[in-house]
């Protein structure tokens, strides 16, 4: 357990499956401890968790906490503190979406995603972020998406709102904690998650093609760049697009 602390100890929010998950294993490769968040998919963040602690020589730990409510993030960074006495970097990743027409879109849910993706966020950034400012280091990446950008859907106006917010959320953050942390955000196009698998193939076949690459990331290849990021030494308050060259044209 004394070696354990000695390393470097990423934290990275929903982080049971997807992108989360992939940047979980990517920090693993690079000798990070690791804390795993998540809310509903305990079975998945166990298994996470074993495939980690077997495959790479470093220590995982699972804390289920849901970053929307401010107690709980507490709890998070208390847990982790315990564990590792030390946080090098926060991925913001936890997020939530509900597809819809403006007919279906209600106010509740407009909150819930707001709540998770937004306000998730900053509950993060300013519990662990503050603790970062007072070790004297740190890193903290927020993922938003390229829909904040320009790559507007308005089935997910909400979503993209939010995600908006996170954007603007960065730059604050990133004059706030200049001095000790770099805050950057990565902001992916689309992805091949399991909450793609269920796309209409047509819909499907009608994005790639608006992708130079003409196909969607693998989580693998955002957590790469999420890494990267965390990791730089003269990257700060920058918003990455990594979408695979979209064009809406």
Aim: glycine share 6%; net charge negative.
């Amino acid at each position: 357990m004394s070696e354990s602390y000695g390393k470097k100890c990423a934290v990275v929010t929903g982080s049971s499956r997807g992108i989360g998950a992939a940047t979980i294993e990517e920090f693993a490769k690079k000798n990070y401890n690791v804390v795993i968040n998540y809310v509903q998919h305990e079975k998945t963040a166990e298994d996470l968790k074993k495939k980690i602690e077997n495959l790479y020589n470093v220590q995982a730990i699972l804390v289920k906490a849901d970053i929307s409510i401010e107690e709980e993030v507490f709890y998070l960074l208390e847990e982790t503190k315990k564990i590792f006495k030390r946080i090098d970097v926060l991925v913001n990743n936890a997020g939530i979406a509900i597809d819809t027409t403006l007919e279906d879109k209600t106010v509740d849910n407009f909150n819930k995603i707001i709540n998770t993706n937004l306000i998730g966020t900053f509950l993060c950034c300013k519990y662990i972020g503050t603790f970062m400012k007072e070790q004297g280091f740190g890193s903290i990446v927020n993922i938003a998406s390229g829909n904040a950008i320009d790559a507007y859907y308005p089935y997910s106006m909400d979503y993209d709102a939010s995600k908006a917010g996170v954007i603007s959320l960065t730059h604050n953050f990133a004059l706030l904690y200049a001095k000790e942390i770099h805050v950057n955000c990565v902001a992916p196009g689309w992805v091949n998650t399991d909450a793609n698998k269920e796309m209409d193939e047509e819909f499907y076949k009608k994005e790639c093609n608006h992708i130079l690459l003409n196909r969607f990331a693998e989580p693998k290849e955002i957590a790469e760049t999420i890494v990267f990021v965390a990791e730089a030494s003269y990257i700060n308050d920058s918003i990455i697009k990594v979408d695979g060259g979209r064009r809406i044209c």
